[in-house]
C-alpha cells in the first residue's frame, strides 16, 4: 500500500516497524462540546484506514486521545458553575455515541489527558535533564531552536517563524528565552483543575499530551501518526521535537493528514460559528449517509458539506443496498452450481478495489468500483444465476461496504423527527380522548423500541 506521508511531501510503499502490525494515532477532539461533522472527517477517514489494514492481515492497535483538559472545557465549566470534569466526561460519552453511529469503532485505547499526568511529569523530567526544556516562575518550555530538525514537517524555516513571532509576544512571554518557545507545563490559575508536580501545581501542555500517551499506548516510534491538516503546525511539529528529543529517536514513520470539511469554502469550525454537529445532521440523515459522504473524496481533498451533494450520497447508497437487497433474494432462492466467467469477473472487481484504496486510501475510486461492480451486478445476476456465484457476488460487495464501514443491511433508520412526529400524534390522540389510537402509537414506538416517559414537563423518550 502506498500512503501520502507529509513528512516527504510524496507518496511512499507502507512497511510496518514490526512485519504484521501497525501503531496508529490519531490526534482526538477536545471535549467541551458536541463534536461537528468537521471533526467526524479524522474520525471516519482513520476509521476505514484501520479498517482496510485490518482486512489486508495487519494487527492495528489504534490509539486515540481524548483532550480532557484545555482552556475551552475550563470555560464551559465555569460557565456552568460545574467541575471541568463534569463537561469532559459528558462529552467523551456523547462522542463515543456519535462515532458508534457512524460506525467508526472503538480505538484500541482511547486515553485521557487528565488520567497519564505522571507519564507527562516524567517526560517533561526528561527534556529538562537533556537540556531541551527549562523552567521559569512555575512554566516549562521547550527550547525549540536547540531541536535542529524543527520544522521538518510543516516545511517551515525556523528563522521566518522567529520574525514572524516577535510581532505576537504578549506579557507573560517575555519570560521565555526564545519566542518559539512553547509550553509543557503552565503553573495553575485559581479555579483550573491542577496537579502537583516538580515545578509547582500546574497542567501540562496541549502538544506534550499526544507525546507521552502515544509513546504509552504505541512506543517511542508510531508507524502512523494522523489527524487533520490544521494540526501539522504547530501541534504535529511540537510533538515530533517533543518526542524525538526526549526519546532520541524518529517519532513517526508515516505522517498522514485529512483535509478540511468546508461549508461555502470555509473551514467548518466551532470558532467560525459555520458548523453542523453530527447530532444535528442525525436528525435529518441516518449517519451512514455521512460516512459514505465523507468517503465518496479523496480525504487529503477539501470536502464542500451541501445538502445536495449529501442527498446525492444518499441516493448512491440507497442504489448500493437495493442491488444487496435483491442479491440476497436471488442467493436465497437459486439453484446450485457456479458460473466461473462471473466469478473470474466478481474477483476483478476486487482487485481493482484494493488498488483503489492502494494508492493513498483512494475511497473515491474505491467507491466507484463498488458502484461499477453493484452495476454488473445488477446486468448479470439474476434468478437464473446458480447459487455459488449468486452468494459470490453478495458477498464481495458485503465485503468491500464492510471495508469503507457501510452497513448492508437495509434497515429503515428510525430517525429522531420520526420518532418526535409519532410522539406529537400520540398527545394529539389523547387531546381528542381517543385513547385507543394514543396507546397504539405507544406500543408501535415500544416495538420499534422506543421507550417513553410522561413528566410534568411534557413527554420525553430514549431509544432502549
Ligand atoms: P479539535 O477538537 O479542534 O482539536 O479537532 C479534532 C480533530 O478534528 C482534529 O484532527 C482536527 O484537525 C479535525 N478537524 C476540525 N475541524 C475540521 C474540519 N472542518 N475538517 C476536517 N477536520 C477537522
Ligand atoms: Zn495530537
Same mark, same amino acid.
Given at each position: 500500500?502506498?500512503?501520502?506521508?507529509? !513528512?516527504?511531501?510524496?507518496?511512499?510503499?507502507?512497511?510496518?516497524?514490526?512485519?504484521?502490525?501497525?501503531?496508529?494515532?490519531?490526534?482526538?477532539?477536545?471535549?467541551?462540546?458536541?463534536?461537528?461533522?468537521?471533526?467526524?472527517?479524522?474520525?471516519?477517514?482513520?476509521?476505514?484506514?484501520?479498517?482496510?489494514?485490518?482486512?489486508?492481515?495487519?494487527?492495528?492497535?489504534?490509539?486515540?486521545?481524548?483532550?480532557?483538559?484545555?482552556?475551552?472545557?475550563?470555560?464551559?465549566?465555569?460557565?456552568?458553575?460545574?467541575?471541568?470534569?463534569?463537561?469532559?466526561?459528558?462529552?467523551?460519552?456523547?462522542?463515543?455515541?456519535?462515532?458508534?453511529?457512524?460506525?467508526?469503532?472503538?480505538?484500541?485505547?482511547?486515553?485521557?489527558?487528565?488520567?497519564?499526568?505522571?507519564?507527562?511529569?516524567?517526560?517533561?523530567?526528561?527534556?529538562?535533564?537533556?537540556?531541551?526544556?527549562?523552567?521559569?516562575?512555575?512554566?516549562?518550555?521547550?527550547?525549540?531552536?536547540?531541536?535542529?530538525?524543527?520544522?521538518? !514537517?510543516?516545511?517551515?524555516?525556523?528563522?521566518? !517563524?522567529?520574525?514572524?513571532?516577535?510581532?505576537?509576544?504578549?506579557?507573560?512571554?517575555?519570560?521565555?528565552?526564545?519566542?518559539?518557545?512553547?509550553?509543557?507545563?503552565?503553573?495553575?490559575?485559581?479555579?483550573?483543575?491542577?496537579?502537583?508536580?516538580?515545578?509547582g501545581e500546574g497542567r501540562p501542555g496541549w502538544h506534550l499530551e499526544c507525546s507521552v500517551m502515544s509513546k504509552k499506548y504505541i512506543g517511542d516510534v508510531i508507524d502512523i501518526h494522523a489527524g487533520g491538516e490544521d494540526l501539522i503546525f504547530p501541534h504535529h511539529e511540537n510533538e515530533i521535537a517533543q518526542s524525538e528529543a526526549a526519546?532520541?529517536?524518529?517519532?513517526?514513520?508515516?505522517?498522514?493528514?485529512n483535509g478540511f470539511l468546508k461549508i461555502n469554502n470555509e473551514k467548518m469550525s466551532k470558532s467560525l460559528g459555520n458548523f453542523f454537529t453530527v447530532r444535528e445532521i442525525a436528525d435529518k440523515y441516518p449517519l451512514q449517509v455521512i460516512r459514505f459522504f465523507m468517503l465518496s473524496a479523496h480525504y487529503r481533498s477539501p470536502l464542500n458539506f451541501s445538502a445536495d451533494l449529501v442527498e446525492s450520497s444518499k441516493n448512491g447508497l440507497d442504489r448500493i443496498l437495493t442491488a444487496v437487497d435483491k442479491l440476497r433474494g436471488f442467493a436465497n432462492n437459486a439453484n446450485n452450481g457456479s458460473d466461473a466467467a462471473i466469478e473470474k469477473e466478481l474477483a476483478a472487481y476486487e482487485d481493482k478495489f484494493d488498488a483503489a484504496m492502494d494508492d493513498d486510501l483512494n475511497t473515491a475510486d474505491a467507491i466507484s468500483v463498488i458502484f461499477e461492480l453493484v452495476k454488473f451486478a445488477n446486468v448479470n445476476i439474476t434468478a437464473d444465476t446458480p447459487k455459488d456465484t449468486a452468494v459470490k457476488a453478495l458477498s464481495v460487495i458485503e465485503k468491500l461496504c464492510d471495508v469503507l464501514g457501510i452497513i448492508t443491511e437495509k434497515e429503515e433508520e428510525l430517525l429522531d423527527s420520526d420518532i418526535e412526529a409519532l410522539i406529537n400524534e400520540r398527545q394529539e390522540a389523547r387531546k381528542a380522548k381517543n385513547f385507543a389510537r394514543a396507546d397504539e402509537i405507544r406500543n408501535m414506538l415500544s416495538d420499534m423500541g422506543i421507550i417513553l416517559e410522561d413528566t410534568r414537563e411534557g413527554v420525553k423518550w430514549k431509544r432502549a
Open positions: 500500500m502506498k500512503i501520502y506521508n507529509t !513528512l516527504t511531501r510524496t507518496k511512499e510503499e507502507f512497511v510496518p516497524i514490526n512485519e504484521g502490525k501497525v501503531g496508529i494515532y490519531v490526534c482526538g477532539p477536545t471535549v467541551y462540546d458536541f463534536i461537528h461533522i468537521g471533526n467526524a472527517r479524522p474520525m471516519i477517514v482513520f476509521d476505514t484506514l484501520r479498517r482496510y489494514l485490518e482486512y489486508k492481515g495487519y494487527e492495528v492497535n489504534f490509539v486515540s486521545n481524548f483532550t480532557d483538559v484545555d482552556d475551552k472545557i475550563i470555560k464551559r465549566a465555569n460557565e456552568q458553575g460545574v467541575d471541568s470534569k463534569v463537561i469532559s466526561e459528558k462529552y467523551i460519552e456523547e462522542a463515543k455515541k456519535d462515532m458508534a453511529s457512524m460506525n467508526v469503532r472503538e480505538a484500541t485505547t482511547h486515553p485521557k489527558a487528565t488520567e497519564e499526568i505522571p507519564d507527562m511529569i516524567e517526560m517533561i523530567r526528561i527534556l529538562i535533564d537533556k537540556d531541551y526544556a527549562y523552567e521559569v516562575n512555575g512554566t516549562v518550555y521547550f527550547r525549540t531552536r536547540k531541536f535542529k530538525e524543527y520544522g521538518k !514537517l510543516s516545511k517551515k524555516n525556523i528563522d521566518d !517563524l522567529r520574525s514572524g513571532n516577535r510581532d505576537l509576544l504578549v506579557s507573560g512571554e517575555d519570560e521565555k528565552e526564545d519566542s518559539l518557545d512553547f509550553v509543557l507545563w503552565k503553573p495553575k490559575k485559581e479555579g483550573e483543575p491542577s496537579w502537583e508536580s516538580p515545578w526519546n532520541g529517536t524518529e517519532f513517526a514513520r508515516y505522517w498522514m493528514h
